[in-house]
């Protein structure tokens, strides 16, 4: 499709955007209305909502409208999960300059509503309005099928660590493309599109997780929230975590030693999770560390290999 979004108005780029949405079952009512309709057969709904805004979380020159869609999703829709619930809908808010190629935004539904599909989720709705740069919200909802929620807050001395996703593949990629390369593919293709274990949420759930969390700022920061939130200290054994042969490659060509990206690097969206230490874990998970007493309050929490890591723990917005 030709032309621009100021082109096309308001209720044109709605009637296109709409008009890729796919329905699933817990979608009762979707766009058309004053609000939607989802399906909550817990009574519960898990509900989170994020942010991506031009400049700060994506570039246009480094992916694609539909990469960002994926992303867009992706990023809400492991929140959900990390939460041991199911997917079921999101709904976007979309910021959009007049100005813009009309194909991007439908580019990006299309992102949006392919990566709800791999979730098992729908677009229920949302709003456009115009804005100088482009900023997609999402705020994802989902069912928790009779289960209690698993939190950051359950953690428990003698529990395991474990990780089911890739870890530092994003920040790696993200390396590649700030030195204006597009290759190894697969690290770059990790930042534009990460690829979130939906499944494994409600999976370990079921297996009893104490707390989970999915690694969206990165391992050291995320699972300091868990053990603040526990009250317990994370010991993280630095043999356990994979770094792939080509993430060393690139490390060693920018200088960077790769296991600060596994440890510290974001938006992979792996989940991370505590179980009690009989738990007989899926060949998915690889435990990683385990939970020990807290040392008391002011003192760090996270430990690799038993000392305290006093690097850079991951993403902050607000930071430098």
Not at 70 to 75: E, G, M, N
Not at 103 to 124: K, N, S, Y
Request: charged share 20%; aromatic share 4%.
């Amino acid at each position: 499709m030709k032309g621009s979004v100021g082109e096309l108005g308001e209720f044109g780029l709605i009637r296109e955007l709409t008009s890729r949405i796919t329905g699933t079952p817990a979608v009762r009512l979707g766009p058309g209305d004053d609000a939607a309709v989802v399906a909550a057969p817990d009574r519960r709904v898990v509900a989170s909502t994020d942010l991506l805004v031009e400049g700060r979380h994506f570039r246009r020159d480094w992916s694609t409208a539909y990469d960002v869609g994926r992303k867009a999703a992706a990023q809400n829709l492991a929140d959900i999960a990390a939460m041991g619930a199911v997917p079921t809908a999101i709904l976007l808010g979309l910021v959009v300059p007049a100005e813009l190629p009309v194909t991007w935004p439908l580019e990006l539904m299309d992102g949006i509503r392919d990566e709800c599909r791999v979730a098992g989720a729908g677009v229920a709705g949302g709003d456009v309005v115009r804005g100088e740069a482009v900023t997609v919200s999402i705020t994802a909802l989902g069912d928790l099928g009779g289960r209690e929620p698993v939190t950051r807050s359950g953690a428990r001395p003698g529990d395991v660590v474990a990780v089911t996703g890739w870890l530092g593949w994003s920040a790696a990629g993200h390396a590649v493309l700030s030195r204006g390369f597009r290759s190894p593919r697969a690290f770059v293709e990790a930042h534009r599109r990460p690829e979130p274990p939906y499944e494994a949420g409600p999976a370990a759930a079921a297996l009893g997780a104490t707390a989970m969390t999915d690694v969206s700022d990165g391992l050291v920061a995320d699972l300091g929230h868990v053990a603040q939130a526990s009250d317990v200290r994370i010991d993280l054994t630095s043999a356990a975590l994979d770094v792939p042969a080509q993430m060393s490659d690139i490390g060693q060509a920018v200088g960077v030693d790769p296991l600060h990206w596994v440890l510290t690097g974001g938006e992979d969206h792996a989940l991370v999770a505590t179980f009690p230490p009989e738990t007989k874990l899926p060949a998915r998970w690889r435990t990683i560390g385990g939970v020990l007493p807290a040392r008391g309050r002011g003192t760090p929490q996270i430990t690799v290999d038993g000392a305290v890591w006093d690097k850079a723990g991951g993403w902050d917005h607000f930071g430098s």
